[in-house]
């Protein structure tokens, strides 16, 4: 993997206090209670950075010309490059 996750430490402990406090997750409980958090966070994260890298893929437009628009040498010329085994 390339690219890093860097997680900004501030913004993350901030929603994470806030959703502590809104369930009233118990003193004794933060630690894993953080834990998951973090857990869920970073595997959606992942899921929504898988998704858009297969959006991406099957939907990259391309200046190639499409079959149905080539000329008949253009269209011979491309089945060549095809057919190299």
């Known amino acids: ?12 402990a901030q929603a994470f ?6 369930a009233g997750i118990e003193t004794k409980q933060v630690t894993p209670a953080a834990k998951k958090y973090l857990l869920s966070y970073l595997t959606v994260f992942y899921l929504a950075n898988d998704f858009n890298q297969a959006e991406a893929q099957n939907f ?6 499409k079959f149905k628009d080539m000329s008949f ?10 057919n190299q085994y």
């Open 1 to 12: 993997m390339a690219d890093r996750t860097v997680i900004d430490a501030a913004v993350f």
């Open 17 to 22: 206090a806030s959703a502590a406090a809104q």
């Open 60 to 65: 990259a437009t391309t200046s190639e010309v």
């Open 73 to 82: 040498e253009q269209l011979l010329e491309r089945i060549s490059q095809l």
